[in-house]
């Protein structure tokens, strides 16, 4: 089945009206040889500085820079998120081809691949690049989805994807110009 993952649930209906996804499931909708689902957003995150290292919790001048020697994401904790999370991993996992229907900038692009990568998903990506939920707009789409490196589209999804990737695992390298290390030398912690 083809597993269409927009980023919010009107979206995906929108999506799967459009596609004949008519039956509505827990999570997603299917029909037509089709699931469509959606991420409500943002389902992962970065890892905080103590998922890699339990020392970390607490910002210290000493431990800085804090660069874990990979960077990894969760899913965000929250119930619901980990229900829909559940249910996408599933369909990706078993999908035979994945439709990327999220927003078509740098963060639609992160919040998809995020979910790719944490599901684990060794499907096929194309990548839905609309700029309106019309009908007419969502049927050209599918008509002329970006296929991997066959399509000369792929470079500009896959630049994004770069540009995103590069863009948020700094954040994870403090700056001591601002933020938490700035924070700690002007006002020294209480204890813990």
Same mark, same amino acid.
């Given at each position: @089945?083809?597993?269409? $993952?927009?980023?919010? %649930?009107?979206?995906?209906?929108? $999506?799967?009206? =459009?596609?004949?996804?008519?039956?509505?499931?827990?999570?997603?909708?299917?029909?037509?040889?089709?699931?469509?689902?959606?991420?409500?957003?943002?389902?992962?995150?970065?890892?905080?500085?103590?998922?890699?290292?339990?020392?970390?919790?607490?910002?210290?001048?000493?431990?800085? %820079? @804090?660069?874990?020697?990979?960077?990894?994401?969760?899913? =965000?904790?929250?119930?619901?998120?980990?229900?829909?999370?559940?249910?996408?991993?599933?369909?990706?996992?078993?999908?035979?081809? =994945?439709i990327n229907c !999220?927003?078509?900038?740098?963060?639609?692009?992160?919040?998809?691949?995020?979910?790719f990568l944490k599901?684990?998903?060794?499907?096929?990506?194309?990548?839905?690049?609309?700029s309106s939920l019309?009908?007419?707009? =969502?049927?050209?789409?599918?008509?002329?989805?970006?296929? !991997?490196?066959?399509?000369?589209?792929?470079?500009?999804?896959?630049?994004?994807?770069?540009?995103?990737?590069?863009?948020?695992?700094?954040?994870?390298?403090?700056? %001591?110009?601002?933020?938490?290390?700035?924070?700690?030398?002007?006002?020294?912690?209480?204890?813990?």
């Amino acid at each position: @089945m083809k597993v269409c $993952i927009a980023e919010k %649930p009107s979206v995906a209906k929108d $999506i799967a009206a =459009i596609i004949g996804a008519n039956t509505r499931k827990d999570g997603y909708y299917e029909g037509n040889g089709y699931q469509v689902t959606w991420t409500f957003g943002h389902l992962c995150t970065l890892k905080e500085p103590n998922d890699y290292l339990p020392e970390w919790k607490y910002w210290d001048l000493r431990k800085l %820079p @804090m660069i874990p020697s990979r960077f990894g994401i969760k899913v =965000i904790d929250d119930e619901g998120i980990k229900k829909q999370f559940k249910i996408v991993k599933q369909l990706l996992v078993n999908a035979e081809e =994945i439709i990327n229907c !999220g927003d078509a900038g740098q963060e639609g692009e992160v919040i998809q691949r995020w979910v790719f990568l944490k599901s684990g998903t060794k499907a096929p990506i194309k990548r839905l690049w609309i700029s309106s939920l019309t009908e007419e707009a =969502i049927k050209e789409g599918f008509a002329n989805l970006r296929i !991997g490196r066959i399509n000369a589209l792929f470079t500009q999804v896959q630049q994004l994807w770069t540009a995103v990737d590069s863009f948020d695992t700094p954040a994870m390298q403090p700056n %001591p110009a601002d933020g938490e290390p700035a924070t700690l030398k002007i006002y020294p912690p209480l204890s813990h």
